[in-house]
Every structure is written in structure tokens, then in C-alpha cells.
């Protein structure tokens, strides 16, 4: 038989895991928070070229050139900013989903300890 941890030993492994999950998610919701204001400047710019868009095809004979050209670039900015922002967010929830099932685990372990102490 394997001697069970101590609850001294148990609760203090359970303190420093969660500590670190916190620090984990402060570090993701850091870079979510960065992610979103890049992708709101990135959104300004975007709107701003949508202008001059608007004013080249006003401007120039070959206006419907340099629109599709420019539309193809915004269309890929976007789908890439797209493609960050999701890749942040998953990153963001299976930390917090890791975070959810260790802390459910350690919500077990702790319960079936309380009961092996009870019993004993």
C-alpha cells in the first residue's frame, strides 16, 4: 500500500498548481486584451483604406484595378486577423478548460481524502 500525501502536502500542491493556472491566465487574458486592440487599430486602418478605396475608384481610370487589388489586400488582413484572434481565444479556453478539470480533480481527491480521514 502507498501511503496517501499529507493533507499539509496535498492542499499546498493544490495552492502552487493553481497559482500558476491563475498567473497562466492572466498572462492569456494579457495577450487577448493585446490581440483585441491590434485587431481594433487593425480595423481603423482597414476602414481607412475602405475610404480611400472609395476615393481612387473616383479618381483614377483604373480605379476597378487598384479596388479589386485593394479589396483582396483588406479581405486578407482580415481572414489573418481572424485567424489570430481565434488562435489566441483557443489558446485562452483549453487553459481555462485544463484550469476547470485540475480544479475539479483536486475538488475529488480532496473529498475522497476528507472521507478516508472520516473513516479511519
Not at 25 to 54: C, D, G, P, Y
Not at 91 to 116: F, I, K, P, Q
Given at each position: 500500500?502507498?501511503?496517501?500525501?499529507?493533507?499539509?502536502?496535498?492542499?499546498?500542491?493544490?495552492?502552487?498548481?493553481?497559482?500558476?493556472?491563475?498567473?497562466?491566465?492572466?498572462?492569456?487574458?494579457?495577450?487577448?486584451?493585446?490581440?483585441?486592440?491590434?485587431?481594433e487599430?487593425?480595423?481603423?486602418?482597414?476602414?481607412?483604406?475602405?475610404?480611400?478605396?472609395?476615393?481612387?475608384?473616383?479618381?483614377?481610370?483604373?480605379?476597378?484595378?487598384?479596388?479589386?487589388?485593394?479589396?483582396?489586400?483588406?479581405?486578407?488582413?482580415?481572414k489573418?486577423?481572424?485567424?489570430?484572434?481565434?488562435?489566441?481565444?483557443r489558446?485562452?479556453?483549453?487553459?481555462?478548460g485544463?484550469?476547470?478539470?485540475?480544479?475539479?480533480?483536486?475538488?475529488?481527491?480532496?473529498?475522497?481524502?476528507?472521507?478516508?480521514?472520516?473513516?479511519?
Amino acid at each position: 500500500l502507498i501511503p496517501a500525501p499529507s493533507t499539509e502536502r496535498e492542499v499546498a500542491f493544490l495552492s502552487s498548481e493553481l497559482k500558476a493556472y491563475q498567473e497562466q491566465t492572466l498572462r492569456l487574458a494579457r495577450q487577448l486584451q493585446e490581440a483585441k486592440t491590434k485587431l481594433e487599430a487593425l480595423q481603423n486602418e482597414n476602414s481607412f483604406l475602405k475610404s480611400e478605396l472609395e476615393v481612387m475608384h473616383q479618381c483614377s481610370n483604373d480605379a476597378d484595378e487598384r479596388l479589386d487589388t485593394l479589396r483582396r489586400h483588406f479581405n486578407e488582413r482580415l481572414k489573418e486577423m481572424e485567424r489570430r484572434y481565434n488562435d489566441k481565444e483557443r489558446v485562452w479556453r483549453e487553459t481555462l478548460g485544463r484550469l476547470r478539470l485540475h480544479l475539479e480533480a483536486g475538488g475529488v481527491d480532496a473529498e475522497a481524502m476528507g472521507s478516508g480521514l472520516a473513516g479511519a
